[in-house]
């Protein structure tokens, strides 16, 4: 499913390296409720891939002005902290990939759209963080995704023209991100589906990032 071997993999971080999105949408529906508001697994699916900014002004949209965003973002993070520590769980078949594509000396960068900073804590407790070039957040660039501006910014610190750069994401908002890019894509999905709008801008649908693993060894 891979016709050509890439020349450096773009990765999304949260529920494709990191098993994190259902722990952020358990977190903020709980949260939300205990703040009065009755907040759904639709509206948490808004959110995903979408850079902090965006999401705020979304939930406000939703939720009301009398929505404490930024006290409310604090309260899910420190539920989550006190769950999971500084150790978040990572996706079927992350560390695998990684090893493997160092071995191959394929470089790797991290496109998120969440903080810079964010992702670097959250990538080292886990041990993920030395596979990296760089780590693109949503802080990094001016339009975080679906805008392009993302996946342009990690291909070219890595000096990498993005049509040789092969980018795994597991949301809509990330695979429009990186097809616009000009990168090709590979969709692991994670809460949201393929549809068939997704599903024309990939070059595949993998299972889990295993299967990914498996499609880069078979391309050589």
């Not at 990939?97 to 886990?126: F, K």
Request: proline share 8%; glycine share 10%; hydrophobic share 50%.
């Amino acid at each position: 499913m891979i016709p050509i071997r890439p020349a450096a993999l773009l990765f999304d971080m949260d529920g494709l390296l990191l098993d994190t999105e259902r722990l952020i949408r358990d977190a903020m529906v709980a949260v939300m409720a205990d703040l009065g508001f009755a907040m759904q697994a639709g509206d948490y699916a808004e959110l995903i891939g979408r850079p902090e900014p965006a999401s705020r002004a979304i939930m406000l949209a939703r939720f009301g002005s009398g929505l404490d965003y930024d006290g409310m973002r604090a309260e899910v993070r420190l539920r989550i902290r006190a769950q999971w520590g500084p150790v978040r769980p990572l996706k079927p078949g992350a560390a695998d990939l990684l090893a493997q594509l160092d071995a191959s000396g394929i470089p790797c960068a991290v496109v998120t759209s969440s903080e810079h900073d964010l992702a670097r804590s959250l990538l080292g407790p886990v041990g993920l963080l030395p596979h990296f070039v760089t780590i693109v957040g949503c802080d990094d660039v001016v339009q975080g995704k679906p805008h392009p501006d993302p996946y342009l910014a990690g291909a070219a610190r890595l000096g990498i023209d993005p049509a040789h750069c092969l980018a795994l994401e597991d949301s809509h908002n990330g695979v429009i991100s990186a097809h616009g890019a000009g990168c090709q894509v590979i969709m692991v999905p994670d809460l949201l589906p393929a549809t068939p709008d997704i599903q024309a801008r990939v070059v595949a649908v993998a299972d889990d990032l295993h299967q990914v693993g498996a499609w880069l060894a078979a391309a050589g």
